[in-house]
């Protein structure tokens, strides 16, 4: 028997009977006795000063248990980073885009609540509004938030040598504007809640979260409510993909609404919620402006962000984050600069969306490094290896790579995808074809496993065992249908040595859970599993001190593998199931066997210190993507052939999911570097359903090959890192360089739909 | 999207009695067949009917052969039944493409040709390939049956000929003459979209491969479907080589009167109607070649 046995393994997720069957109870299933619905009034104007509001016939109509304004609630400012709140949960004087929340009502059915919003009178003046970010730094601009002297939200500046000096050395010295744009996270579960307000001045809210233990400061951060009062129970969730990190407005609401009913409130959003007000990825202006060397050698690359942050504050410090260090370390320039900004509109906000802002950069510049290539002759994939990253630290930042695999993911994407011979051919197969062949890659660069943006990074995990041998892991890991779950149930299957079908997962309470930042930034199966091992570790020594007993042997001499007790020198004849040695144990021992894990990161707490990149990302993840597509000419249109991925995910611990999460990553990916764009048009949303927002269906995904690269990782268990984003990371790149190899049009907006393609070959042909 | 608001709900036993509902209630009640456009439409709050009237089961969901020679579909046939339905296939490849390109397996299973020529989208699929053929739809009201020409039931975006007493019950369309070919093709976002551009082409030889007839309609690009008389005049007398084509899609181009929405630009799909009556009819010429 070998002696991982679960790792690398097929297994099926242990959540899938009750999902495919449609037992699991997501939270619009769930109801309570004496449960109310909320529904929130929302601002029709999208920038104005509220003159009145009258709620009087509203609280007249029968079933109507509460109707709160900004009057009725405390005075406080929050947002997720709260050196930055700027956000009232009900606005009170001003409202700053279509859809601010205004008053909320809480009725004895939907339908009651509906009603009632419309009783509701609101005055209000409208002001001048701004929606393009670019004018929003106009010096005639309106200021989105009066109080502050521009409408800049928020600034990130990182430069690493002197990239002036770098751009007097170069050859050649080239500039793109690129436009990325809002890509809506389309959850197949909308965003919702319910919150109970008890007696004793406890709150209890259940909702689908990224990030439950976060969620207590957030909910505290902007109701006043003592952090220590406040329980999150977090639902089975229908997809997150960065939606459900920071908390959304509702949830304080329901809780206010609780609050003065003493009744449970359950708040979801419509559909058309969810595309209207619920914060989108943040759409990037790039300027590039990057320094070669006639050979290709990057010598200074320069990036300016101009990220539009919508009315209020949300994620965009960590968007930039993101965006930042991975173009700072990717192709190890000596000389970086990095300039973002976050600037106030009256749009809609933005919030964290799978890949952070990393998607955005490398868009822009795999692109620009694909016209560069082109003009100074050079193939993309020799321009790239020509600027390969090397293990250790990187030139500019000194970011610590730990496990360099820049070269072996590229070599092996062109050997399976057959580039060289095809970047050639393609050229001669497409002349005088109005269809025509292209191919286009991207380089990869993003985080094994998160940032140490907060200054945090730990987790514990808990093992108990019953006396029948069944085994408790009370973890923080959130399960929002990547199959983590499965994850930390196979590797503490693996560590400890007991059946899969013997764990259950524990991990839906914040009283009853270890303290951890959630499940965001490819985090969570690292922080978590490597928690769990440690803890399936601990435990498994308790039981082989207890199965010595039980043989009169040392525990030295016994293995226990997938529930059965061995000594190590006979692997053919079990002793005992761990059934039997926990009842051994509990009977004959009078003590009980458990085991308490940790994740330890140490440099965490220096992550907020301002060390530049250095440490700012505990380990990297190299990949490359390769796109085939054809391209009719006479439409525009794009059809995608054949994705390629390989990526460095350390080591797989289950390959069917493993390959899922880059599946799904690339659908979302091709979505967005095709046709997904929430398009507010004058401040209002043009495109609230899936009518008119696109995204990939099942018939518009073509072949998908994933590759791993296994580097083993030092800090993931059993060497995995994560890959909960970047599948998504360099597919618009890839996508956009292939149409670029196709048709000589390299169209630098998201999304390239065929309008653009069709007007960028009319240009060429002019 | 919010609930579905309170309506009452009627299942008559014969057309007649449907038809006297209809006529009773007037503008306040709906023939409801598939729902799949009319129930959407009233959950977000654009239609907003007192009485449902249910015409599942009144036996007209058949597609036949007519003694004169034309083929009778019922207007409760589901997209499915006409793309499964053998004399289709085999004659009108144009309808089966049309009706593939339609929404999802699920809808097509309930949604019916019917509802999508009385929905009267400028987008529905099916009504470019049925006006090609020379659709007529036959109608039960009050006052006894009639006929309608489909090239004067389309009214506006959403607009039919028909009276609120009136419920269609058929669509009989002319069987093609030997050497007849069809095609459409459409331009979509991508794999469930509504049409963009929807161009169905219908032609007929002679012996000597000379045009005979032609029928080219153009959809999603204006209030309702435009028949392009003067572009498929021009394919007349040719033998369809390219330049005839070309001048044929040149001038359905300057027929269309396509707008700017979020869906596309007006420049784009007045580009595209050329672009695709080209395919439309070189796949329709090949297909007739065959024939």
Not at chain 1, 474 to 484: K, L, N, V
Not at chain 2, 245 to 259: F, M, T, V
Request: charged share 25%.
């Amino acid at each position: 028997m070998s002696r991982t046995s679960m790792i690398g393994k097929n297994m099926p997720r242990i959540d899938a009977v009750q999902k495919a069957t449609g037992q699991t109870k997501y939270l619009p299933d769930m109801n309570f006795p004496g449960m109310l619905y909320g529904k929130i009034l929302r601002s029709t104007e999208k920038h104005a000063v509220i003159r009145k509001i009258d709620v009087t016939r509203a609280r007249e109509l029968p079933g109507v248990r509460a109707v709160i304004t900004g009057k009725d609630i405390p005075e406080l400012l929050y947002s997720f980073d709260q050196t930055v709140a700027d956000k009232e949960i009900l606005c009170k004087d001003k409202v700053r885009f279509l859809g601010d929340e205004v008053a909320a009502v809480a009725a004895d059915t939907e339908e009651i609540a509906e009603k009632a919003l419309k009783l509701i009178e609101v005055e209000y003046e409208p002001l001048l509004t701004v929606f393009d970010p670019e004018e929003a730094l106009q010096d005639d601009a309106v200021l989105v938030h009066e109080e502050k002297n521009s409408n800049v939200a928020i600034k990130v500046v990182k430069d690493f040598g002197d990239v002036e000096k770098g751009f007097e050395e170069s050859d050649y010295i080239f500039e793109d504007r690129i436009v990325t744009s809002r890509q809506a996270h389309c959850c197949l579960e909308t965003r919702g809640c319910i919150a109970q307000y008890h007696t004793d001045g406890k709150v209890t809210i259940w909702g689908p979260t990224q990030i439950p233990h976060r969620w207590r400061k957030q909910v505290a951060d902007a109701t006043g409510i003592d952090r220590g009062k406040i329980n999150i129970i977090n639902t089975p969730t229908g997809g997150a993909f960065g939606s459900r990190v920071v908390m959304d407005t509702k949830i304080p609401i329901a809780v206010y609404l609780s609050k003065f009913t003493k009744r449970p409130v359950k708040m979801v959003n419509s559909r058309e919620d969810e595309f209207n007000v619920s914060r989108t990825r943040y759409p990037f202006i790039v300027y590039l402006k990057t320094g070669v060397t006639k050979d290709g050698k990057i010598l200074a690359k320069q990036a300016r962000v101009i990220a539009d942050n919508g009315a209020y504050c949300d994620e965009g410090a960590a968007v930039l984050g993101f965006a930042g260090v991975f173009y700072s370390v990717l192709y190890d320039a000596p000389n970086v600069s990095f300039h973002g900004d976050c600037i106030y509109t009256n749009n809609q906000p933005c919030t964290a969306f799978r890949g952070f802002g990393n998607p955005q950069m490398h868009y822009a510049f795999e692109i620009h490094l694909d016209r560069i290539a082109k003009e100074l002759g050079i193939e993309p994939k020799e321009l790239r290896l020509r600027n390969a990253n090397k293990e250790g630290a990187a030139k500019a930042t000194k970011a610590n790579i730990n496990t360099c695999t820049f070269n072996e993911c590229i070599e092996e994407a062109t050997k399976l995808t057959q580039w060289d011979k095809k970047y050639l051919e393609f050229k001669e197969e497409n002349k005088g074809k109005e269809v025509k062949k292209g191919i286009g890659m991207a380089t990869m660069l993003h985080t094994g496993f998160t940032t140490r943006f907060f200054g945090f990074n730990a987790t514990d995990t808990f093992i108990k065992l019953s006396d029948d041998g069944i085994v408790s892991v009370i973890t923080p890991i959130i399960e929002m249908g990547q199959g983590s779950s499965t994850g930390v149930a196979q590797i503490v299957a693996e560590a400890l040595g007991v059946k899969m079908d013997d764990i259950r997962i524990i991990n839906t309470d914040t009283d009853i859970t270890p303290y951890d930042l959630g499940a965001y930034g490819s985090r969570h199966t690292v922080v978590c599993g490597h928690a769990a091992m440690d803890a399936a570790l601990k435990a498994k020594e308790e039981l082989l001190v207890a199965a010595s007993e039980m043989f009169n042997c040392d525990a030295e001499e016994l293995d226990c593998i997938n529930g059965e007790l061995f000594f190590k020198n006979d692997l053919n004849k079990p002793l005992a199931t761990v059934g039997e040695v926990t009842e051994f144990t509990a009977f004959k021992l009078g003590r009980l066997i458990s085991g308490r894990g940790r994740f330890v990161d140490e440099l965490a707490p220096r992550g907020l210190v301002d060390e530049g990149y250095s440490i700012y990302i505990p380990t990297y993840s190299f990949g490359c993507q390769i796109a085939e597509v054809e391209v009719d000419t006479l439409t525009g249109e794009v059809k995608v052939e054949k994705i390629t991925a390989v990526v460095d995910n350390g080591r797989t611990l289950n390959p069917i999911l493993a390959e899922g999460q880059m599946e799904g990553a690339i659908a979302q990916g091709m979505g967005y570097a095709l046709t997904e764009e929430l398009k507010i048009e004058n401040g209002r949303v043009v495109n609230n359903s899936f009518t008119d927002y696109k995204i990939m269906h099942a018939e518009d995904l073509p072949e998908i090959e994933v590759k791993f690269v296994e580097s083993g990782d030092p800090f993931g268990p059993y060497g995995v890192k994560g890959i909960g984003e970047c599948g998504l990371v360099p597919t618009a790149g890839a996508i956009t360089n292939a149409v670029y190899n196709a048709t000589g049009v390299l169209v630098g907006e998201l999304p390239i739909k065929p309008e653009k393609i069709l007007l960028g070959l009319e240009e060429e042909n002019r | 999207m919010s609930n579905l608001p309170h309506f009452d709900y009627i299942k008559p036993c014969s057309l007649k009695e449907a038809c006297m509902i209809m006529s009773e209630k007037g503008e306040l009640a709906k023939p409801f067949a598939g729902g799949t456009d009319l129930i959407v439409q009233m959950r977000a709050g654009k239609v907003k009917p007192e009485l449902l009237v249910d015409i599942k089961e009144l036996g007209l969901d058949k597609i036949q052969h007519l003694s004169n020679g034309k083929i009778s579909i019922g207007a409760l046939c589901t997209i499915n039944s006409v793309i499964e339905d053998d004399l289709i296939r085999t004659k009108f490849p144009f309808i089966v493409e049309a009706a593939e390109e339609m929404a999802s397996m699920q809808i097509r299973n309930r949604g019916t040709i019917g509802g999508n020529i009385c929905n009267a989208a400028p987008s529905a699929d099916l009504a470019q390939p049925l006006l090609a053929v020379g659709g007529i739809a036959k109608v039960e009201g009050v006052k006894g049956s009639r006929e309608i020409d489909l090239s004067k039931f389309f009214v506006g975006p959403g607009k039919t000929a028909l009276s609120t007493d009136e419920i269609l019950t058929e669509i009989i369309i002319d069987e093609l003459p030997k050497h007849s070919g069809t095609a459409y093709v459409r331009l979509k976002r991508n794999a469930m979209d509504l049409a963009l551009v929807g161009i169905a082409a219908s032609v007929t030889l002679d012996e000597d491969g000379i045009c005979l007839s032609a029928k080219i309609v153009l959809g999603a690009v204006g209030p309702t479907p435009i028949i392009a008389e003067e572009a498929a005049a021009a394919l007349i007398g040719t033998k369809l080589d390219k330049q005839s084509i070309e001048k044929a899609a040149s001038l359905a181009e300057d027929l269309s009167k396509p707008i700017d929405d979020i869906r596309s630009k007006a420049w784009y799909r007045r580009k595209s109607v050329g672009t695709l009556t080209i395919k439309a009819l070189e796949s329709a010429h090949k297909r007739a070649q065959d024939n």
